[in-house]
């Protein structure tokens, strides 16, 4: 073992926070390695919804029209429906994924971006291209098998799985991103909450034309509650569209105490047929396998110059589709900082506040992603299907929903309650945008704290203070139509300000770290024509926000200051850490 291969950051893992990770880091110059102990990216679908949050992500790091181009768009995954199989009678449909009108505003008002729907082995292949064009080294068959760190950085031992030697890869900094079983996680002693294995659930990958059954009503997701339906973790057969309208993916759940079943290819296509409800369409089975519903998440994100991203550090069921949505963000957390660090404008106590940052929002999704499974039961109970009863008593609970008098009455009005209940899952708007972070990295002004009148996980409420991401308001800039975003990122700090800000500029402009300079007003480089920016500014012409490269704001200043020099000199100190 006398080869070392050197770099500043190793990142263990080519998936969705892998993947990132290694983007933006060759994106912003960083030396970086990413090795797999498997031979190709994701062959299967598995995470798949992209929220607006990442589709902004993915705008700041130069990829976001290549995911558009290969993505299921927004208004094709919306009516998310619930039957007793394709084939047959439903039960009700939620508007989904941003596409209830009055929802659809909203995600007009919040960002310059859509969401949309592109699986996991469709994305891998888009962040690990654009990643190694940039200057990441990728590895294949490459299996981490442990590491030592010491004051200067990190010694992993890796073993080529084609030729069966190993060697070791010194770097600066690891990342483990290595997924829910993560080795890197295990080795750096990060402390866990929750617990592995609650429940049962196989996935099961098919071709089939099913056109006629769902081009009228097009959706990601098509819940089947029927007898048999309705034990393991997802709580219903689930039938996900992979591609309009003949790639798919069934989620069905097993009894996770008595192991999975025999996963033969006569079982996968039973289970098919009963989901599906129609013996004679032709069905190719792709592949199928078996997985449990998790409910872990990290209490700290790294220890010493190891850190963990993504399903290693938050290991959760599907539901509300936050698992790659999360883990592309703590990626994009995580590099701005530790090329800062690298790069000597930042000391390594910024690396401090990736744990207090993205902890607190991987233990809300996990929390969230389970609770909306146990959000599905209030449907099975409109129908009676809680409780032990034979397939034809059942059936026969569904059935009476159509007849007239009382009793259906209320029984359809509890299950169209309970299927309007499921907005928690499908349009958590909030959940996808109202991350505030506390920490070292982010400069309270004093303000009193933040109240939201309306449901924080259903309902995004923009702000400018300290901690949240930048509000999106469109701005022009000569004939070019421009989001506020867009002013931000690629990798350093931005400055905004207004006429009446030149003491900002001058400020920024006195600073060793790079920061860019924004002003918005009437006869500036940007203007608001709109007067939307004005208002969702929350501060002055004259006032300041200082935006971190990863679009949050860190520093935000209501009005001019005679002393902006020393007043932005000392916020910066205490952001990257120098503060005395």
Not at 546 to 563: C, I, K, Q, S, W
């Amino acid at each position: 073992m006398s080869t070392v291969v050197e770099t500043d950051v190793l990142i263990v893992g080519s998936g969705p926070a892998g993947a990132s990770a290694a983007l933006a880091l060759s994106t912003y110059g960083v030396p970086n390695i990413v090795v797999t102990r498997y031979a190709s990216l994701a062959d299967t679908p598995r995470a798949h919804i992209t929220n607006q949050r990442t589709m902004e992500v993915l705008r700041d790091l130069g990829v976001e029209q290549e995911v558009v181009a290969k993505a299921t768009p927004q208004h094709l995954m919306g009516n998310t429906t619930f039957c007793t199989s394709l084939a047959g009678e439903e039960l009700g449909r939620v508007r989904s994924w941003g596409n209830d009108p009055l929802v659809q505003a909203a995600h007009e008002l919040a960002s310059p971006t859509r969401m949309c729907d592109l699986p996991q082995h469709l994305m891998e292949p888009v962040l690990v291209d654009a990643a190694v064009a940039r200057g990441t080294s990728l590895r294949f068959e490459t299996e981490y098998l442990s590491h030592t760190q010491d004051a200067d950085g990190v010694t992993a031992v890796v073993r080529d799985r084609l030729r069966g030697d190993t060697y070791e890869i010194r770097a600066k900094y690891l990342i483990g991103a290595d997924g829910g079983r993560s080795r890197v996680a295990e080795d750096a002693g990060l402390p866990m909450g929750g617990q592995m294995g609650v429940a049962g659930s196989i996935n099961i990958v098919f071709e089939a034309d099913l056109t006629k059954y769902t081009a009228h009503r097009p959706a990601t997701l098509y819940w089947v509650l029927a007898p048999g339906a309705t034990v393991g973790g997802i709580g219903a057969g689930l039938v996900r569209c992979v591609r309009p309208w003949n790639e798919w993916l069934i989620v069905w759940g097993y009894d996770v105490t008595a192991g999975a079943p025999d996963l033969t290819t006569e079982y996968a296509e039973s289970v098919v047929r009963q989901l599906v409800g129609d013996d004679e369409i032709p069905v190719t089975i792709k592949s199928s396998s078996a997985w449990t519903v998790n409910e872990m998440y990290a209490e700290r994100y790294s220890n010493g110059r190891v850190f963990c991203a993504g399903d290693a550090t938050h290991r959760h069921p599907p539901s509300n589709g936050l698992g790659s949505n999360t883990s592309i963000q703590d990626a994009y957390n995580l590099a701005w900082k530790l090329k800062l660090v690298l790069d000597g404008s930042a000391s390594p106590k910024l690396l401090d506040t990736y744990t207090a940052e993205r902890a607190p929002v991987g233990k809300q999704v996990v929390t969230r992603a389970n609770r909306s499974i146990g959000e599905t039961a209030p449907i099975f109970e409109a129908l009676d299907g809680l409780s032990p009863q034979t397939p034809e008593q059942l059936w026969a609970n569904i059935a009476a929903r159509k007849e007239a008098g009382e009793a259906a009455e209320k029984q359809r009005a509890k299950l169209r309650e309970a299927i309007a209940f499921k907005v928690y899952e499908f349009n958590a708007h909030g959940v996808d945008l109202n991350q505030r972070y506390t920490s070292e990295a982010v400069v309270p002004d004093g303000t009193p704290p933040e109240t939201f009148p309306r449901d924080p996980e259903l309902h995004h409420q923009p702000t400018s203070r300290p901690g949240a991401r930048i509000p999106h308001a469109w701005i022009t800039s000569g004939t070019r139509t421009l989001s506020t975003l867009d002013t931000v990122g690629q990798g350093r700090f931005t400055l905004l300000t207004g006429i009446g800000g030149e003491g900002w500029i001058r400020a920024a402009e006195a600073q060793d770290v790079d920061i860019a300079t924004v002003v918005i007003g009437p006869g500036q480089e940007y203007e608001d024509p709109y007067g939307d920016w004005a208002r969702l500014s929350e501060i002055s012409d004259a006032g300041a926000l200082l935006v971190r490269p990863d679009g949050f704001v860190a520093f935000r200043h209501a009005t001019a200051a005679p002393d902006a020099r020393e007043v932005l000199s000392d916020a910066l100190r205490r952001i990257l850490g120098h503060a005395r």
